[in-house]
């Protein structure tokens, strides 16, 4: 059964760091491109951050350029997000998710984790 | 970036009633657009990639259409289960934006 599990979120202060992980399990892993995607409370979807499978490439969400890094261990099968300089509308709950590749879709996010949330406030 | 605007934002319906969400995208992205379901507390769910492809489980009365700029998704005949917040999701170009979400409820 494929399942990716999100960790790491909690209340940090405007300027502080977390690191986010998800765990994958029931797929091969390095196989794989895998997203972070977010969401504050109430609110829509955001894409945030991708990393191919053999992290050759990634790239983020312009806001969030310079202050987040995805990478991830393929050995592990593992997947990071390092958050830096948090602001208070990071405040989101970040998901990790797998995607899968098609012709006619390029991407999609065909397995989610449950999600991890992040809290920053003063 | 390119922007996905859904409409409408709300609707409400009644079980057995068939619906459409639409979604335009800024700039044209081909069939790349997927479609997923999110219930309050949960995670979203895949339901339609490439514009119009099935996923794996995913009842037949869910239906994508569309290409270019202009994509549709169609609901017949609407179950309990089926009410929820659907958002569209360009995957031609990163940052791979979503719409704003349209929140289906019963009538």
């Known amino acids: 059964e494929v399942q990716v599990v999100e960790s790491g979120g909690g209340f940090v202060q405007p300027g502080g760091s977390l690191r986010l992980s998800c765990a994958a399990s029931g797929f091969t892993f390095s196989r794989y491109t895998m997203v972070w995607v977010r969401q504050a409370p109430g609110k829509g979807l955001e894409w945030v951050s991708y990393?191919?499978?053999?992290?050759?490439?990634?790239s983020y969400t312009d806001s969030l350029k310079g202050r987040f890094t995805i990478s991830r261990d393929n050995t592990q099968n593992s997947l990071y997000l390092q958050m830096n300089s948090l602001r208070d509308e990071d405040t989101a709950v970040y998901y990790c998710a797998r995607a899968s590749w098609d012709l006619s879709s390029k991407f999609y996010l065909d397995f989610w984790g449950l999600g991890t949330l992040v809290t920053v406030s003063s | 970036d390119i922007q996905m605007t859904q409409s409408p934002s709300s609707l409400s319906a009644s079980v057995g009633d068939g619906v459409a969400i639409t979604c335009r995208a800024s700039q044209s992205v081909s069939t790349y657009v997927n479609w997923y379901q999110q219930k309050p507390g949960k995670a979203p769910t895949l339901l339609i990639y490439?514009?119009?492809n099935l996923h794996t489980g995913v009842p037949s009365r869910f239906r994508g259409s569309g290409s270019g700029t202009d994509f549709t998704l169609s609901i017949s005949s609407l179950q309990p289960d089926d009410f929820a917040t659907y958002y569209c999701?360009?995957?031609?170009?990163?940052?791979?934006?979503f719409g704003q979400g349209t929140r289906l409820e019963i009538k």
């Open positions: 990393i191919s499978s053999g992290s050759t490439t990634a």
């Open positions: 999701q360009q995957s031609d170009s990163v940052p791979q934006t």
């Open positions: 490439g514009a119009s």
